[in-house]
């Protein structure tokens, strides 16, 4: 089974970038649907963007689009998420997550990271 690690969170003021990277290891990463999910505090945990598995089709929230990209780099075992022009309500722990088949809401993904906290001030 894929192990997931997540790295790139940290604190930045709003309208500034981070870049999420997810490292997955003992598994065919191309075998996986990948997806980059949120959490704040009190709050459901809620879906961001995912991706197929070649990179060629990528969804994103509504919250998000225009703002962050997806990508996965198949060679490198490693998935990514470029967040720019980042608000105060971006503001949660987020998580990588693979599952062998098309997933959209947390639910449908069978293998999760640790997650990586993103903080953006005002």
């Known amino acids: 089974q894929v192990q997931l690690v997540e790295s790139g969170g940290g604190l930045v003021q709003a309208g500034g970038s981070l870049r999420l990277s997810c490292a997955a290891s003992?598994?065919?990463?191309?075998?996986?649907?990948m997806g980059w999910f949120r959490q704040a505090p009190g709050k459901e945990r809620e879906r961001v963007a995912s991706?197929?598995?070649?990179?060629?089709?990528?969804y994103y929230a509504d919250t998000v689009k225009g703002r962050f990209t997806i990508s996965r780099d198949n060679a490198k075992n490693t998935m990514y998420l470029q967040m720019n022009s980042l608000k105060p309500e971006d503001t949660a722990v987020y998580y990588c997550?693979?599952?062998?088949?098309?997933?959209?809401?947390?639910?449908?993904?069978?293998?999760w990271g640790q997650g990586t906290q993103v903080t953006v001030s005002s």
């Open positions: 997550a693979a599952n062998y088949d098309v997933g959209l809401a947390p639910g449908d993904y069978r293998y």
């Open positions: 003992g598994g065919t990463f191309s075998w996986y649907f």
């Open positions: 991706i197929n598995w070649s990179g060629s089709r990528t």
